[in-house]
């Protein structure tokens, strides 16, 4: 019998986690289980900084982007002396489940805790990047990429008006999910991902063909790309193109931030609904995703695995799209 769970939102934020906390606390009060939330994930946990969210207390939030409970990654809690303390606060709330909301470092953090004590438990994908197998779309990612296109769509403006190129950097370190389907929906001419190697020479010989063809240029980098960048790209392209007027836009933290899309919020309120459900049908270390609009479970072991690999088929369409 489940009748208490144990909640954090761990990692980098992402919009929906909110949405993704509410539907975990009303679908446990249905069933007269209690959450008790620690704040600033595995460190919350660790100085037992914690709340006991009532259905109440999560009213008025599946709109906020960000998290009530905060976030934070936590170096004490990667030490056994770490792992043994937030035990002891495990023990002290006599908890039954245990619900994370966060990514690949979440998870495996949560894998490796799972190895000193017998509490059921599971996560919500909750990252910007989509990066983890096992779900269509991370909580999150639907926001960051609309968030992109919204700031490119203004970009293009004076892109245009210049007759300039933008070389604008998103986020992605290890992956370029968020600059495929963001340059497929602004309409970018170009990206450079960290899953396609050695792809700048095609990049300068598609641009030199583009005086003629093109009033406006955006070029979207991915943090990770094996250039650099998007600093470090522009300054290649004024070299090799000096004909050119290059610009850069870095994007940062605005892609984490505003408040969710719709079908972030459904995402993240089916994930956090089934999440509860998971725990009462004795799931245990797997992760909540929905893939092709269902539930689907898949182990800790297997969700952390980075996708190393792009849709090819997007990939062909953003190539034919841009050209």
């Known amino acids: 019998m489940i009748k208490k769970i144990g909640l954090i939102t761990s990692g980098g934020d992402a919009p929906g986690m909110n949405a993704c906390i509410r539907a975990i606390v009303r679908t446990a009060r249905s069933e007269n289980i209690d959450v008790i939330a620690f704040y600033r994930g595995y460190e919350g946990i660790i100085e037992n900084d914690f709340i006991k969210l009532t259905k109440s207390k999560v009213s008025n939030i599946i709109h906020r982007g960000g998290t009530i409970l905060k976030t934070a990654r936590s170096d004490r809690f990667r030490t056994p002396e770490g792992m043994q303390q937030a035990l002891r606060v495990f023990e002290q709330h006599q908890l039954d489940g245990f619900i994370v909301i966060g990514g690949d470092g979440s998870f495996k953090g949560a894998l490796e805790f799972s190895k000193l004590h ?75 991902i960290p899953e396609k190697k050695d792809d700048l020479d095609l990049l300068l010989k598609k641009i030199k063909s583009w005086r003629t063809s093109k009033s406006s240029k955006i070029i979207i980098v991915a943090e990770g790309d094996e250039t650099g960048g998007a600093t470090e790209v522009s300054e290649i392209i004024k070299r090799e193109c000096p004909e050119f007027d290059v610009r850069v836009t870095i994007l940062g933290h605005i892609q984490r931030g505003g408040n969710p899309t719709c079908m972030e919020r459904v995402n993240a309120s089916l994930m956090g609904y089934y999440a509860v459900k998971a725990l009462q049908s004795g799931h245990n270390n797997e992760m909540i995703g929905i893939v092709n609009k269902k539930v689907h479970y898949t182990p800790f072991k297997d969700a952390i695995k980075h996708i190393n690999e792009l849709d090819p088929e997007l990939l062909l369409i953003l190539d034919v799209l841009s050209a």
């Not at 609309?146 to 190129?165: C, F, L």
């Open 118 to 192: 017998s509490v059921k438990t599971v996560g919500c994908p909750g990252t910007i990047d989509n990066d983890l197998i096992g779900t269509d779309f991370t909580i999150g990612y639907d926001t960051a990429i609309n968030n992109v296109v919204e700031s490119i769509d203004k970009i293009r403006d004076t892109a245009e008006s210049h007759d300039r190129i933008f070389v604008v950097e998103v986020m992605g370190r290890d992956a370029g999910l968020i600059a495929l389907r963001s340059a497929i929906g602004s309409g970018a001419e170009a990206i450079l």
